[in-house]
């Protein structure tokens, strides 16, 4: 059993950065591949990005592709999502899964464990 806490998440300006940080608990992350999902009000949860269990690859949706940047600390047992350049249309709750395969997947049904999430707001 893994147990994932979201943490970084806040109230930022457009334009502006945040961090956003996956810790786990109960096993160690090196041999899951880690996602970040993303929730906002009255839409269906989407795909941000993930990476693979060696860190070596990664996969950004296209929307924020150039601004977001996954990364994976396994010495800390973390995962790391910096959004920079941030836009009112960001707003939602990030979420962080764990996949227990080994492909690279966007698909939300395909992640075995999830965090509570972390509220993302960015103001115009």
């Known amino acids: ?8 998440g806040g109230l930022v300006q ?7 940080s996956c810790a786990a608990s109960g096993r ?9 999902f993303r929730q906002a009000p009255g839409k269906e949860r989407e795909f941000v990005a993930a990476i693979n269990w060696t860190g070596r ?3 950004h949706a ?8 996954i990364s994976r600390d396994d010495a800390k047992n973390t995962v790391y ?22 492909v690279l997947d966007t698909r939300v049904n395909e992640y075995d464990y999830w965090g509570q999430g972390t509220q993302v ?4």
């Open 1 to 8: 059993q893994v147990q994932l806490v979201e943490s970084g």
């Open 14 to 20: 457009a334009g502006g950065s945040l961090r956003l």
């Open 28 to 36: 160690t992350l090196s041999s899951y591949v880690m996602g970040w």
């Open 57 to 59: 690859r990664t996969y």
């Open 62 to 69: 296209d929307s924020v592709k150039g601004r977001f940047t």
């Open 81 to 102: 999502l910096q959004m920079n350049s941030l836009k009112p249309e960001d707003t939602a709750i990030y979420y962080c899964a764990a996949d227990r395969t080994v």
């Open 121 to 124: 707001t960015v103001s115009s």
